[in-house]
């Protein structure tokens, strides 16, 4: 079995940063695209940032220049760095990753998610 694993969320005033990490472990092959979702009280989730195994980025219009999505593909592990955060970002931060367990078996899995809060 596969397992995500965030962490890094917390309390921050606004314009203050965090940085959330995502850890994949169990039985995987390969770890290809991983991303970050996030889903405020009464709203649905919604996309935030996508990185595949190459590098290649792609972000929300809303967290353009303000987060940055990388990951250490030795680690099975994708970050993302929240800076000049805003009260609106508040919310609990899912990470998912697409994940090989076998050399054709292509799996998405979910990470637990993480709360973030900004304070005005």
């Known amino acids: 079995q596969v397992q995500l694993v965030e962490s890094g969320g917390g309390l921050v005033q606004a314009g203050g940063s965090l940085r959330l990490s995502c850890a994949a472990s169990?039985?995987?092959?390969?770890?290809?695209?991983m991303g970050w979702y996030r889903q405020a009280p009464g709203e649905q989730r919604e996309f935030i940032a996508r990185?595949?195994?190459?590098?290649?980025?792609m972000y929300a219009d809303s967290v353009k220049g303000r987060f940055t999505i990388s990951r250490d593909n030795a680690k099975n592990t994708g970050y993302l760095q929240m800076n000049s955060l805003k009260p609106e970002d508040t919310a609990v931060y899912y990470c998912n990753a697409a994940v090989r367990t076998t050399y054709i078996n292509e799996i998405t899995y979910w990470g637990q998610g993480t709360q973030v809060t900004v304070s005005s």
């Open positions: 990185i595949t195994s190459a590098g290649t980025t």
């Open positions: 169990g039985s995987i092959f390969s770890v290809n695209a």
